[in-house]
């Protein structure tokens, strides 16, 4: 099971840091991603690390400005979001898939949190 927490209201420029905590399994044996989708648009890619791997992937919207990272100790999972822009307001997604590997493709994940309501005030 996955579980968002972290978002809320922010100005433009600002930072949020979002957390997926992870029961069950560790997350340290899944690839882990963060995906984002706006009112009226498509879920998309954000940010993924997979099982094992020290890099990252990055949408190239993002990059730069969000990081992913991993607490193996708390078992939860990170988006630092700096920099943030009117554009990335959004419901945040994270997801996983056992001994994954970071992938853009939302296909390529099977668990699911609820999900995280990010938003940037201009």
């Known amino acids: 099971q996955l579980v968002e927490s972290g978002g809320g209201l922010v100005q433009a420029g600002g930072s949020l840091r979002l957390s997926c905590a992870g029961s069950?399994?560790?997350?340290?044996?899944?690839?882990v991603a963060w995906f984002r989708q706006a009112s009226g648009k498509e879920r998309e890619f954000v940010a993924a690390?997979?099982?094992?791997?020290?890099?990252?992937v990055y949408a190239d919207s993002v990059k730069g400005r969000f990081t992913i990272s991993r607490n193996n100790a708390a078992n939860t999972v990170y988006l630092q979001m700096n920099s943030l822009r009117p554009e990335d307001t959004a419901v945040y997604y994270c997801?996983?898939?056992?001994?994954?590997?970071?992938?853009?493709?939302?296909?390529?994940?099977?668990?699911w949190g609820q999900g995280t309501q990010a938003t940037v005030a201009s």
């Open positions: 069950g399994r560790p997350l340290s044996l899944y690839a």
């Open positions: 997801a996983a898939k056992f001994l994954g590997s970071a992938v853009r493709d939302a296909r390529g994940y099977t668990n």
């Open positions: 690390n997979g099982h094992g791997d020290p890099g990252a």
